[in-house]
């Protein structure tokens, strides 16, 4: 069974910085695309940045600037550094991961998510 662990949200002033990281564990083949998502109250879960298995990263246009997706593929691991935080980057962010198993099928799967919280 595949987990992702997200961990690092947190309460910031606005201009404040955040730093996400979300590990994926469990029987991995590889690891596709990985991504973040957000969902504020209220509104649907829309995509924030992705990074493909060879570091090809795509941002939402609110973010870009001010937040940097990263991964490490030893360690299974997507990041999201977030600076210059405004008030409504406030919401619950989740991490997804396209993983391929070991019978070569591959899935999506999200973590649980971490709350992002910026009080202006």
């Known amino acids: 069974q595949v987990q992702l662990v997200e961990s690092g949200g947190g309460l910031v002033q606005a201009g404040g910085s955040l730093r996400l990281s979300c590990a994926a564990t469990?029987?991995?083949?590889?690891?596709?695309?990985m991504g973040w998502y957000r969902q504020a109250p209220g509104k649907q879960r829309e995509l924030v940045a992705s990074i493909s298995s060879g570091g090809t990263t795509n941002y939402d246009d609110s973010v870009k600037g001010r937040f940097t997706i990263s991964r490490d593929n030893a360690k299974k691991t997507v990041y999201l550094q977030m600076v210059s935080l405004k008030p409504e980057d406030t919401a619950f962010y989740y991490c997804s991961a396209d993983v391929r198993d070991f019978n070569f099928v591959t899935r999506k799967y999200w973590g649980r998510g971490t709350q992002v919280t910026v009080s202006s």
């Open positions: 469990g029987r991995i083949f590889n690891i596709n695309d």
